[in-house]
């Protein structure tokens, strides 16, 4: 090879361009998805046997507990709630057994049922074992043994007899709960996606506003009520002015950081097409922001829920943190356990559907965002 050949090689090697970090990046990224993908075929969860039995038969062992005699210190009201609400308890815990042995034979079927049935069966089996040792455990050391001792410690079943006792009146709870905190929460989102905006397009409306934020944001919901609920008009608005601030401070913080952290090349290129100013906020920063301002909802979900429970304590008589207190108050712990975990059940339901929301808007990075 002369020297010319490699000289010419050596300019042309110097001049060719040189491929981007970003995309070399995003080539293994690819490369790691497509294996992983395989890996799933080639791979697919597999379900334990041993383990899905065990599960089942925990839960059988539950529904067999009512033929284990009751202590005999129990006191009488504990002991009348038992055997009422045995029959239903035996029902339910049965009813968990078979729908697990039915999603486990459906896991054999072909198709998307059977793929939905194995997937299921694979990934819940540790948790029905761990819930069925668990509900074990609950009755035996409670009404069985006294090993945890009335008022305060209560069986499953009495909590189901608060519950059945109680429907009415939680239901009605429920949704003056659920009505409260939509407005609380609507009025914060709202608010906190108009203050990030701004203080995230604007230069002088975050040297203003952002210092207020960042020292008034934080402070709690329980320390603004001895003052909420003096300058409100009503008890009902100042629950609502709670829960609003709650929602306002998570939402306007990371609305700000999503807008600041928008590429200034989304911008360059929409201006270039003739956008306007209105277009560069409403079409550019905010679907760039999404994922900061999803995780924002999610912070003020939690932070809703606590100021709910504080204002329908302190000021509003009704909803489901007025239904604890009262009871509490009457040492109804049966009722108080059973309005915990509604309240659970609801937090855990709300949850979940903005998931599936965040899901769906931000499906255009699927897998991109794993958390």
């Not at 005999?72 to 815990?93: K, M, Q």
């Not at 039915?102 to 049922?113: D, E, I, K, T, Y």
């Not at 819930?131 to 043994?145: D, E, N």
Request: proline share 5%; charged share 10%; aromatic share 12%.
């Amino acid at each position: 090879m002369t020297s010319t050949s490699i000289v010419d090689r050596a300019v042309v090697g110097a001049s060719a361009p040189v491929a981007p970090t970003t995309a070399a990046s995003a080539t293994v990224l690819s490369a790691e998805r497509i294996h992983a993908a395989l890996e799933r075929v080639t791979h697919p969860e597999r379900i334990n046997p041993v383990l899905t039995s065990l599960g089942i038969l925990s839960w059988v062992a539950v529904a067999f507990t009512g033929l284990v005699p009751n202590h005999a210190d129990l006191p009488l009201r504990d002991g009348e709630i038992l055997n009422r609400t045995e029959s239903l308890w035996t029902a339910l815990t049965l009813g968990v057994a078979a729908l697990a042995a039915l999603v486990w034979a459906a896991s054999a079927l072909p198709g998307r049922l059977g793929a939905w049935a194995h997937a299921r069966t694979a990934r819940g089996s540790a948790w029905l074992l761990g819930a069925g040792v668990w509900f074990l455990f609950w009755v035996l050391s409670t009404a069985k043994s006294l090993l945890l001792k009335p008022p305060y410690f209560v069986a499953p079943q009495e909590i189901l007899g608060g519950i059945l006792d109680e429907t009415t009146l939680l239901l009605e709870s429920l949704g003056n709960s659920l009505l409260l905190l939509g407005i609380g929460f609507l009025v914060g989102l709202v608010t906190g996606l108009l203050t990030g905006v701004t203080i995230g397009w604007y230069q002088a409306a975050n040297y203003w506003v952002n210092p207020i934020l960042i020292f008034i944001g934080p402070v709690p919901s329980l320390a603004w009520v001895p003052i909420v609920f003096v300058l409100a008009p009503t008890a009902y608005s100042g629950a609502v002015f709670m829960i609003a601030l709650s929602v306002w401070f998570p939402v306007s913080v990371l609305t700000r950081a999503g807008v600041l952290s928008v590429p200034k090349a989304y911008f360059d290129v929409a201006q270039t097409a003739g956008a306007r100013a209105w277009f560069l906020v409403l079409r550019v920063s905010l679907p760039a922001a999404l994922p900061s301002i999803f995780t924002g909802l999610f912070m003020a979900l939690g932070a809703s829920f606590a100021s709910l429970v504080v204002a329908e304590s302190f000021g509003v008589n009704s909803g489901l943190g007025w239904y604890l207190n009262w009871k509490k108050s009457w040492g109804d712990f049966n009722g108080l356990y059973g309005g915990i975990i509604v309240l659970i059940l609801v937090c855990g339901v709300t949850l979940t559907l903005l998931f599936r929301v965040r899901s769906w808007v931000l499906r255009w990075e699927k897998e991109l965002v794993r958390w």
